[in-house]
Every structure is written in C-alpha cells, then in structure tokens.
C-alpha cells in the first residue's frame, strides 16, 4: 500500500492533533467540506472543535492565528493557494515575523501554501511565494519534495517556535507516492543529496527535484554524473552541503520554478560565488521560470517552466564550459 503526498500532509496533521492539544487547524472549507485539496479530509470528524472553517479572509485568518499563539496554541493555516496569502502578508511579516524579536514571546504558526503550477491553473493559482517570504527575518520557509519530507517537515514545522511558511506543491499531491510513512527524518535546515555525482551539481527544490533527477538520468546515458542537491528548506539554507558539493564536482547550476528575479537560486549562487568562488571551474548558471504571469495554456505553461529536457539544455552549456 502506497501513500501520496497529500496523504502524507494530512497524516501529519492528524498526528499533529492527536500528540498536542494546542494544535489546531483553521482555514477556508478546511471542516466538514476537507479543504480545497482534500488535505483536512475527515479530520473535523475526528478531532471536533479543533479543525475550525474561516471567513474568506486571509488577513483575519493569519490575524486570529498570531493571537492564538500569542496565548499559547500552535496553529495550522491552511490557504486555499500560495497566491492568496498575499491578503495576509502584512501579518505575516510584520506581526507574526517580528513578534519574538519585539516582545520575546514566541508566535509558533505554521502557515500552509498550496504552491506552484498545474496544467491549466494560471496566473492567480500558481505562484510559488518561498522567495519572499525568506526575504524577512523571523520566517522559517520549507518546500517539501518528497513524500517523507511533506509528512516529517510538517510535523517539525508545527514544534517550531518561529513562524513556519509550509509551500506543498500541488503538482506533487497526487503524482508522488511513497511505500510508508518515515520514522526519522533530516532536520529542517539540512539538504539533501537526492543523487550523487562528480561532474556539476544541480541545486534544486520542491516539484523541481523531480525534473533535476530526470534530466540527471538523460545526461547519465551521455557519460555525464550529476550530483542533486535538495535543499528542502530555503530558510535555513544548507551552504555547507551546497558548498561541500560544489568542491567535489566544480561546476554548478541552480534550478527553481519561480521568478528568476531574486529568488533562491540567486541567493544560491550568490553565496556560492562568494564564499566559494575558488570551487568553481564554470560560472554558475540559473535556470527559473519565464519572467512573465504563468500562462493558462497548457503548451504555454509547459514552455513556461523549467522541465528536465530545459535543464538538461542548461546542464550541458555548463558542462561544455
């Protein structure tokens, strides 16, 4: 029996609710209707009066969330999609944010974005939104790319005492699948390596380490070993594993499915470049999304985005440096 990303969200939910009582869940349809995705699906049933409907207002949502734990509860947010948490973007990063550094209490929220694009979804529920929300102090932002990472990091995020930006990308909802459930799991903070190898190091996360690991087994048949590094969360980010994987193969390119304009493959190659630049046998190359609102078209989308055929265009340009 397999267990989809989704499943694995709502599992850790459920076992979120069933290991603290000051958890609870609040959002748009989240109750007795499961949530926009499914996410919450029967948990109202089984936990009464702890997964709790919202008015269509993200700014009240995020608003009642920060004074819950202000008093002491551990609130999960659910947003409809990533975009949305825009309404709600003056709490987030003025209240919940700044709150320790402000009063010394912590504001314990974990705020879940639906994020990235799907077929057809266009521009207003497509967004991925990691790149902003790292941008404040304060903020933990995580973007899951496994099974086991949406289901362990989910659950680290709700212990956390700082604000936690949970981006679940929606295309991994259905289309991943694990045989279980993990029992331990890296720490939020820590990347992985999801493919090693001696010849350039692709430095990815969310829904395109799935791309990077497909276009790595096209450039493998070519005699080519690339090393892919997960970074899991971008807020803590990993340079020591970015760093250490740089050393061992010299080259380096960064792929994410957001904006190019400063995101995190800047930053990656940003630290890279200056605290490593001695590593580095090529320039660091970038490979994001289309600068422009993600198109609803299918075949628009799919030029849009990075896909391992795009990345390993890109790979190769390095390689040939």
Request: with cysteine; proline share 7%.
């Amino acid at each position: 029996m397999s267990i989809t990303y989704l499943e694995a969200i709502r599992a850790a939910q459920a076992r979120a609710l069933a290991d603290d009582p000051r958890v609870f869940i609040y959002g748009q349809d989240v109750g007795a209707f499961g949530g926009a995705f499914k996410a919450t699906k029967g948990l109202a049933k089984e936990f009464p009066g702890r997964v709790l409907d919202a008015p269509i207002s993200e700014d009240a949502m995020a608003g009642l969330a920060i004074g819950a734990a202000i008093e002491g509860l551990r609130p999960i947010i659910e947003m409809q999609f990533a975009d949305f948490s825009t309404v709600a973007f003056n709490q987030i990063v003025n209240q919940a944010a700044t709150l320790f550094w402000r009063t010394n209490v912590p504001c314990p929220i974990t705020v879940r974005l639906p994020c990235g694009a799907t077929s057809g979804s266009g521009p207003f529920h497509s967004q991925t939104m990691e790149a902003i929300y790292a941008h404040y102090p304060g903020i933990v932002v995580l973007t899951p790319a496994t099974v086991e990472d949406a289901y362990s990091m989910l659950l680290e995020a709700v212990v956390i005492d700082d604000p936690v930006i949970f981006c679940e990308h929606k295309l991994l909802y259905y289309h991943l699948k694990a045989e279980a459930l993990p029992t331990e799991a890296l720490p939020v903070g820590k990347a992985r390596i999801a493919r090693e190898g001696r010849d350039l190091t692709v430095v990815t996360y969310s829904a395109m380490v799935h791309e990077s690991l497909a276009a790595a087994e096209v450039l493998h048949s070519d005699g080519w070993e690339i090393e892919v590094v997960d970074l899991r969360s971008v807020k803590p980010l990993d340079t020591d594993t970015v760093m250490g994987s740089v050393a061992r193969t010299g080259r380096l390119l960064c792929v994410g499915e957001a904006w190019p304009w400063g995101g995190v493959t800047s930053e990656v190659i940003a630290r890279v470049t200056c605290e490593g630049y001695d590593l580095l046998d090529a320039p660091p190359q970038r490979l994001n999304a289309k600068d422009t609102p993600v198109p609803y078209h299918p075949n628009l989308w799919a030029a849009h985005r990075p896909t391992a055929r795009s990345i390993v265009d890109a790979a190769r340009k390095v390689l040939q440096y």
